[in-house]
């Protein structure tokens, strides 16, 4: 853990510029970037030149387009597809690896204590469904695929249900 807010400040100055890197390998974000030094990022004005992408943005895409244009990792990677909660009648899917989600565990783990409610602990039990029983996580992926085919369909005949009068 960091001891002070120098240390603080140099962790999101080194992450800024990962967070960067990646981004400019994303389909979507590329020419989004240009123009925006990377060496600046710690002034907030440079940094606001990055663009704020949206669920709204996100819904523009089918599931095949969201992959193409965002994918920062090959699909072989992917270890989970999440979706968002829906509540506009449209949720958005995205894919995980699994360090996102031992990274998003992580967080989870961290923001308990913080608003003093249990003690949430990471483990690898935690993270069973991800890759366990497939090293390579294709039964997974083929998994997590056909519920986001299941899902998309559901929404999309909710969806028609809801806009009839």
Known sequence: MPESRAQIA???SERKRKAFALAETVPWYRDKLAGIDPNALDDPAEWQKIPILDKDTLRKFSHAELLKAFCAVPSDQIAEYWRSGGSTGQPV???????DLRYGELSWGRSFPCIQTFQFRTSRSNLEHVKENDPEGKDNRRHERENLDRCHANTANRSSTLSDP
């Open 93 to 99: 899917f995205y894919p995980r690896t699994a360090d």
């Open 10 to 12: 140099h962790i999101q």
